[in-house]
């Protein structure tokens, strides 16, 4: 019955989400609901609020009005030791993957096992090891600096890190930005396999086309700050809609205007 | 009406500016003395700011040390006061220059060196990712930091720097002046009083204390790409470098104004 009734309850919900920064209002009023084991894709165009959602959702950013729910739990305006607690549920893969140069990969790979104190030190390069496998590296790759991997690689350390911690809910910031179609391909497969091996949520934001093909289960596109249609993956290329239209063909015309100034 | 709209401005934008420092160092404060610590980031920053700082600020401390010693020769010599010359190094050096030169070296070593990093890791969403990982940027980056250069500073930096400048006097006195070493000694020895020492270690505490936040406040707020890691740099220096030099006036005024 339980486990029934926390099915139907998404994993996290906005409503009403809104963040402005000065006089620039970047999300209006969003609303989105992410179900248990669903992985979502939320797409839109540079500038039209997708990574300030993820920022909000990961407590990064504070939202002037709306709600934001995780497991049915609000989460605006938690103290210190609440937010712990919720961030313990994420993962986030980063779009330059984020890598602290400081520190080798294996410690990048374990910092937040090693930050909770969950592992040893001693432990750490072994499980460090082991993550890196999961997501095709080989272990002499744990002993590098992350300046010594190429983008593809430190895509994939990044993978490793956001999922060590075994997280409920993983983020994917333009994950294939920057890298070349086989490699972008590899990072969608990668995704795949262990958000479904993990049974994890998977909220990603992108404008690649393809990985969207490959990663959603649904898809929500973004445009001035408001979710303006969302639906599972198979049904955008039949949304109705004449921005998702333009957007998933890439055309210049369309009711999406960007602002280029012609000689 | 614009004048007074560019007065109004400037004035709503230095009470902005004052108000995240405050609640930067008050964050920075709480999270200094509350668990987590994080023993392995703080040794490895006393290593970086301590350690590595000692060879530029023994130098400097040597060489300023002998200049100091030379101007007093040549000037005292014009009313013969020459003599003077121990103890007056030693009081220059350990309650001025000691402390504020070493203050301003480590500012341009250290303070910018904290800017460009944390600035470098903000731009490049590292500090983000710090916090998904269930890690507080303040306990592991800022913490660190301000603890180390704290008591570097006193415990490490400003007593070599104090040291090796009145050992730089000594060496030219002795050596091209014409003192005797044994009188020279005593005369250092006997001129030096604690309060002396406690004002050093006192400014320089404080310097560290403002070196770090300068360099952790700028680096931290960081906007943009490499222009802005650069100007977080230079505001870091040249404020450390303000704050240095206002905060060595207040000290001296407590402990020798009478």
Known sequence: ?263 | MNFLAVIGRVTFRFLQASGRLGIFTASALSHMFTPPFYFRSLGRQMMVIGYYSLPVVGLTALFTGAALALNIFEGGSRFNASSALPSIVVIGIVRELGPVLCGLIVAGRVSASMAAELGTMRVTEQIDAMATLSTDPFKYLIAPRIIATTLMMPFMLVIVADVIGVMGGYLIATGKLGFNSANYMKLTMDFLEMPDIYASLTKAAVFGFFISLMGCYHGYHSRGGAQGVGISTTNAVVSACMLILLSNYIVTEIFFAS
């Open chain 1, 1 to 263: 019955m339980t486990a029934a009734l926390e099915k139907n309850v998404p994993k996290i919900s906005l409503k009403g989400l809104h963040k402005e920064f000065g006089p620039k209002v970047v999300l209006d009023s969003v609303d989105l609901d992410v179900m248990p084991g669903e992985s979502m894709v939320i797409i839109g165009g540079s500038g039209s609020g997708k990574s300030v959602t993820l920022k909000c959702i990961l407590g990064l950013l504070h939202p002037e009005r709306g709600s934001i729910k995780v497991d049915g739990e609000e989460t605006t305006g938690l103290n210190r030791s609440d937010r712990k607690r919720i961030q313990r549920k994420f993962g986030m893969l980063f779009q330059g993957a984020a890598l602290f140069d400081s520190l080798p990969v294996w410690e990048n790979v374990t910092f937040g096992l090693l930050a909770e104190q969950k592992i040893t030190r001693r432990d750490a390069v072994e499980v460090a090891i082991e993550n890196l496998r999961s997501v095709g590296l080989s272990p002499d790759v744990a002993h590098l600096s992350p300046a010594e991997l190429s983008g593809g690689m430190q895509k994939r350390v990044g993978l490793a890190r956001a999922i060590a911690n075994k997280p409920e809910i993983i983020f994917f910031d333009e994950p294939t930005t920057g890298l070349d179609p086989i490699m972008a391909d590899v990072i969608n497969e990668l995704i795949t396999e262990r958000v479904k091996e993990m049974g994890a949520t998977a909220l990603t934001i992108t404008h690649d086309m393809s990985s969207v093909r490959k990663i959603a289960d649904k898809v929500a596109m973004i445009y001035k700050g408001n979710i303006i249609w969302s639906g599972p993956r198979n049904d955008i290329d039949q949304s109705g809609n004449a921005y998702v239209e333009q957007f998933i063909h890439g055309r210049a015309e369309g009711p999406i205007q960007m602002e280029v100034l012609k000689a």
